[in-house]
């Protein structure tokens, strides 16, 4: 990676030595972090956290556990937003990365599918008890085989210090300068508390990262919490009291002694829950494999998948416009085509808050091959439906690419050199046909006809499966047939070129 360096760490060869306070000083690394840690090129000092953050001593407490119980080879690590989500960089082990709160929910369904992994949720408070208080309620109440490890530290640390669930009554933040007050933004939030009301965990425990007493007694806790999972004994959960110094604006040192002196007397250090619960089993529903449930494999079998030859490994497509425009459903129909004809797809959706009218964008991937990332930042075709996504997303456009671009000729000053640029009238075409929504199917049309990337029969039954209306059907029919017409009457003869004169 051009701009990135790395930082090598501590020889794990490196001896223990004797302490005077009567811990031994580890200056070792774990084997179960990675050798090499990537960072910029800037930053090549020093790990993602700030000096004194307790997201390191968790790192390290989880990492030795997991050494001595021999379960590296076994975990996968999720996590979320936060600063826990530097995680991946460290744990080597399985890491996935989700979205803000959702880890319980993603460990749920990694658990389940490999229940003899180690899967561990790893998250702050704001993750876990205000974006995420719905996953981690349930995944305890269903009483998940997983383990999950929770850093309070009182505060949104990564994003610059705005108030937790578990920020403390009159502790200041940069959204309760004031200090927080019961009155008006409630009390903090006892998560294993909580959690402890239910019947299905197995294991909760609060620990704190306040001086070595209780960091040993953390690094029971953990150790423990993942046993329970090892044994396959039911949902853990351990929050670890956290300094976070930066956000705080105390230096290390004086950040621990608080998380002892304010912290704990607000979440009291104890084992809430420490039992085998009794789940009854019930009967298992029979399991059917997806494609039979959603009754897709024999339509995709009979009708579509011979349709077409496929002369690509892979084509990466982005389409872009306002909302309204059917940018997103386009990217829908072609994945669900390509899906028929056997190829492995990918739909990735980005808009702003506003969908109707504000800028819209979707990546698609059709490939042979099963496909590493839904993301395209090089299209090989950009299908712009306005102007600002022509000038905005063409720079993007690999060599040799196409774009094509939804407007009766390309803006005087647009140069796009070593690709292929199509303007077509779309908007027009689907007026004269009765719909100006149909614009999209246009664009559709145009794009199979050029790339030939799926076959149009396959287009029409999707289109035919997805338009309940018969009149809108027909307009679609026509769109798509209208699309591949105005590629093979007159953009092959010229009529559409950039001033470059490349045609
Ligand atoms: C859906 C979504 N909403 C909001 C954000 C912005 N965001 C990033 S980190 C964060 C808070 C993280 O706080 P916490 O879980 O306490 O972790 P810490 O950084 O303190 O370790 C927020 C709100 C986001 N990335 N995604
Ligand atoms: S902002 Fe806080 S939680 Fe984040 S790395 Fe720094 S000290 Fe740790």
Redesign the pocket.
Known sequence: MANESVISVLDPEIKPEPNNDGYESVHSRSPLFYDLYERKSELKHQTHYCPGCG?GVAHKLIAEALQELGLQDKTIFVS??????FAYYYFDVGNVQV???RAPASATGIKRSCPDKIVISY??????????TAEIVHAANRGEKITVFF?????????GG?M?P?TLVGQKSTTSPWGRRPSNEGFPLHMPELIATLEAPAYIERVALSDNKNIMKARRAIRKALEIQRDGAGFSFVEIL?P?PT?WGKDPVEARRWVLEKMTPTFPLNVFRDRRPEIPIGNEPPQRPVADVLEITPKAEANDKPQNAHHFKDVKIKIAGFGGQGVLLLGQLLIEMGMREGLEVSWLPSYGPEMRSGSAHCHVCLSKERIGSPLVSRPDVLVAMNEFSLRKFAPEVASGGIILYSGASLPADFVAPGVQVFAIPAAEIADRLGSTKAANIVMMGALLEETECLAPGTAFRVLQDKVKKLDLLEIDRQALSAGRLFIDDQAHVGAVSQPDGFA
């Open positions: 997201h979320p937003v936060g600063c826990s989500v979205a803000h709160g998250q702050g408070d704001g993750d876990l008890a205000a974006i995420g850093v309070n530290n009182g505060i949104y640390g990564m994003t705005q937790a578990t956290s976070c956000i």
